[in-house]
């Protein structure tokens, strides 16, 4: 099988890396403060946000090369060039350490990660105090790191990886129960959560002085 070519300009390659400075030089603006998705997925928060803030370069990060190129296919359906946006298939731990670090990143969001619940099944997590140290070096000294589960058992395991990796500080109110992680809007995973009737846990992360 032939070997896709990426979709470029919005989908960038571990070797756009590699041999284009990281992440900041594949961006029109790389100076913009950068901010990152974990799992965009489905979702349009990553587009939304890059469309309101062009102050800023968003980048998503996404395991599946599939959802990838779905999503730059909606990027160009719309239109709308944007220089603030690109994306990349890979792991996150293969990142964020390498060329991330340190002090690159301004926010995290991490929405609905797979919890992963089978207890043979937990070395799948993404959220552990080896990869939360690894986020907290890659931010930049006002970064912070907003999350959301609907799982009360994930949601306290991330609380314990935070305490174990620790140099963040937890602000529990900065998030609260009703609205959406996108600020004023829920995204397509709270969104079918709370419809099957389930919490929603919010936690918001941000890095000690």
């Known amino acids: 099988m032939a070997k896709l070519a990426p979709l470029k300009p919005y ?7 590699l041999l284009g400075g990281g992440a900041a030089r594949q961006f029109e603006d790389p100076a913009l403060p950068l901010e990152i998705e974990i799992g965009p997925g489905d979702d349009d928060f990553l587009y939304e946000c890059a469309l309101a803030r062009p102050d800023r370069n968003w980048l998503g990060i996404e395991y599946s090369r599939k959802r990838v190129r779905r999503f730059v296919r909606r990027i160009e359906r719309r239109g709308t060039p944007l220089p603030n946006l690109r994306l990349i298939w890979r792991p996150a731990g293969d990142l964020v350490g390498p060329f991330l670090t340190p002090g690159k990143v301004h926010a995290f969001h991490i929405y609905f990660p797979d919890p992963w619940p089978k207890a043979h099944h937990a070395r799948y997590r993404l959220i552990n105090p080896v990869f939360v140290a690894a986020l907290r070096d890659s931010l930049a000294a006002d970064g912070r790191i907003d999350l959301a589960t609907d799982s009360a058992e994930y949601a306290d395991e991330i609380r314990e990886a935070f305490e174990i990796a620790g140099g ?10 009703e609205g959406g992680v996108a600020g004023d809007r829920p995204t397509v995973f709270e969104e079918r959560w709370r419809a099957m ?3 929603i846990h919010f936690l918001r992360y941000e890095k000690e002085a």
């Open 197 to 199: 009737g389930r919490s």
């Open 168 to 177: 963040m500080l937890l602000r529990p109110d900065a998030r609260p129960g």
């Open 11 to 17: 989908e960038t390659t571990w070797e756009d890396w």
